[in-house]
């Protein structure tokens, strides 16, 4: 069963909700964040990227950046940009771009369900990336950017959601992307329950993004333990700020790839090596979006080509099964001799939110092939987590994006 338990949030006031509010902190480099901190001042990246506040030869993880962070913060609580609501509640978080909605629940998930594995990941962490968050929220005493969970659709925590819609929301504005977000509270006791005990008959929830996140809100609040040897469980500290959104309301985009040269060999032969593992059609100019799994568009010097895993590479196999793995597996790491992802400077991606015509500009420009990939469905993403096995990296693109500074979680 899991535990999602209401709480008191910090929160901006309803007239700078849509300035405050920003792109989770890893969007930008230091660069772009400093930007937009200058177009729009309320903006809570001044608070998740405090470096901003230093010369840009600042050690950007220095003690004193952190300390920054929490200065900040708690100024924009003193100015009344912030306000504390008066109850641990629950908050409805509706995200909608390009006409296409998807309804989350905002509350606070255990600790303790992570490290027992009701909450389940699908990626490993690095630990300095880790470092970071885990001094941005030890240092602030709290968790300013929400993790977003998955679950399986639950009837009863749906009913509750959908009823509190119907009343005026307490913010609702477009961002600077066209992205509208809406958000309503969730006071009434009976519907908290209703809510509690709903989730109390889930038996897993996924990470979906925000696994460094995730990984920095346990280890401070194992912290937080330590220090605490006489602790209860109750304390906010067991706790860290989630949305959890059901998996009928998820879209996954495509994570596309573009490979910088063919491993010294000709385009002939390139396709020759191509078509020992892959059907291959050629398309002509336009560009070649996969309709379904196991296919996959390629472009190459202009010309785009259609894909598809001949039936012997194909696998059951919840990892091996995946498309990023059949492309992985059968061509990037045999043809062109991409081993490692991770570090190989001839791979870079592009999340399916650009479009197959960045696809066509990069191999245009500094990049030889392009690869359009079928998206992976959260049902795959289930199935990795449930088997305990880890994703490709690389493997999901959510988009739009949970936004920083709605929901502050004080530990």
């Given at each position: 069963?899991?535990r999602i338990?209401?709480?008191?949030?910090?929160?901006?006031?309803?007239?700078?909700?849509?300035?405050?509010?920003?792109?989770?902190?890893?969007?930008?480099?230091?660069?772009?964040?400093?930007?937009?901190?200058?177009?729009?001042?309320?903006?809570?990246?001044?608070?998740?990227?405090?470096?901003?506040?230093?010369?840009?030869?600042?050690?950007?993880?220095?003690?004193?950046?952190?300390?920054?962070?929490?200065?900040?913060?708690?100024?924009?609580?003193?100015?009344?940009?912030?306000?504390?609501?008066?109850?641990?509640?629950?908050?409805?978080?509706?995200?909608?771009?390009q006409?296409?909605?998807?309804?989350?629940?905002?509350g606070?998930?255990?600790?303790?369900?992570?490290?027992?594995d009701?909450?389940?990941?699908?990626?490993?962490?690095?630990?300095?990336?880790?470092?970071?968050?885990?001094?941005?929220?030890?240092?602030?005493?709290?968790?300013?950017?929400?993790?977003?969970?998955?679950?399986?659709?639950?009837?009863?925590?749906?009913?509750?959601?959908?009823?509190?819609?119907?009343?005026?929301?307490?913010?609702?504005?477009v961002?600077?992307?066209?992205?509208?977000?809406?958000?309503?509270?969730?006071?009434?006791?009976?519907?908290?329950?209703?809510?509690?005990?709903?989730?109390?008959?889930?038996?897993?929830?996924?990470?979906a993004?925000?696994?460094?996140?995730?990984?920095?809100?346990?280890?401070?609040?194992?912290?937080?333990?330590a220090?605490?040897?006489?602790?209860t469980?109750?304390?906010?500290?067991?706790?860290?700020?989630?949305?959890?959104?059901?998996?009928?309301?998820?879209?996954?985009?495509?994570?596309?790839?573009?490979?910088?040269?063919?491993?010294?060999?000709?385009?002939?032969?390139?396709?020759?090596?191509?078509?020992?593992?892959?059907?291959?059609?050629?398309?002509?100019?336009?560009?070649?979006?996969?309709?379904?799994?196991a296919?996959?568009?390629?472009?190459?010097?202009?010309?785009?080509?259609?894909?598809?895993?001949?039936?012997?590479?194909?696998?059951?196999?919840?990892?091996?099964?995946?498309d990023?793995?059949?492309?992985?597996?059968?061509?990037?790491?045999?043809?062109?001799?991409?081993?490692?992802?991770?570090t190989d400077?001839?791979?870079?991606?592009?999340?399916?939110?650009?479009?197959?015509?960045?696809?066509e500009?990069?191999?245009?420009?500094?990049?030889?092939?392009g690869?359009s990939?079928?998206?992976?469905?959260?049902?795959?993403?289930?199935?990795?987590s449930?088997?305990?096995?880890?994703?490709?990296?690389?493997?999901?693109?959510?988009?739009?994006?949970?936004?920083?500074?709605?929901?502050?979680?004080?530990?």
């Amino acid at each position: 069963m899991a535990r999602i338990r209401p709480f008191q949030a910090i929160r901006p006031r309803e007239d700078v909700a849509g300035k405050v509010a920003a792109l989770p902190y890893d969007v930008y480099n230091r660069e772009e964040a400093l930007e937009e901190i200058k177009k729009e001042p309320h903006s809570f990246l001044k608070v998740d990227r405090p470096e901003t506040h230093f010369p840009e030869d600042f050690d950007p993880y220095h003690p004193q950046v952190y300390a920054k962070a929490a200065e900040v913060l708690q100024g924009m609580i003193q100015e009344g940009i912030f306000i504390r609501e008066a109850k641990p509640c629950y908050y409805i978080y509706e995200l909608t771009m390009q006409g296409r909605a998807q309804t989350g629940l905002v509350g606070c998930a255990a600790i303790d369900d992570y490290l027992q594995d009701v909450i389940k990941k699908h990626e490993l962490t690095r630990e300095d990336k880790e470092l970071d968050r885990i001094n941005h929220v030890d240092v602030c005493s709290a968790q300013t950017g929400p993790i977003f969970l998955a679950y399986r659709a639950q009837a009863g925590i749906h009913e509750v959601i959908e009823r509190v819609k119907q009343n005026t929301p307490l913010y609702d504005f477009v961002a600077a992307d066209g992205v509208r977000h809406a958000v309503w509270v969730i006071a009434e006791e009976q519907d908290i329950e209703k809510i509690a005990a709903g989730f109390a008959e889930i038996q897993s929830i996924y990470i979906a993004d925000g696994h460094h996140r995730t990984a920095s809100a346990v280890k401070v609040g194992l912290k937080r333990r330590a220090e605490n040897p006489h602790y209860t469980g109750q304390e906010e500290f067991n706790f860290f700020l989630s949305v959890l959104f059901p998996h009928d309301q998820l879209m996954i985009l495509d994570y596309n790839r573009v490979v910088k040269d063919l491993n010294g060999l000709s385009k002939a032969e390139f396709l020759a090596e191509v078509k020992k593992s892959f059907e291959l059609e050629e398309a002509g100019n336009t560009p070649y979006q996969p309709e379904e799994k196991a296919t996959f568009g390629m472009v190459l010097e202009g010309t785009w080509y259609k894909l598809r895993a001949r039936q012997e590479i194909r696998s059951a196999d919840p990892v091996v099964g995946l498309d990023v793995s059949l492309l992985q597996n059968h061509l990037l790491t045999p043809i062109l001799q991409i081993k490692d992802i991770r570090t190989d400077k001839r791979i870079d991606f592009v999340g399916g939110i650009r479009g197959l015509q960045e696809l066509e500009r990069r191999t245009g420009s500094d990049m030889k092939c392009g690869f359009s990939l079928y998206p992976t469905s959260i049902q795959e993403l289930f199935a990795v987590s449930d088997a305990g096995r880890l994703m490709p990296p690389k493997s999901t693109w959510f988009e739009p994006k949970l936004r920083s500074g709605l929901f502050i979680h004080e530990l």
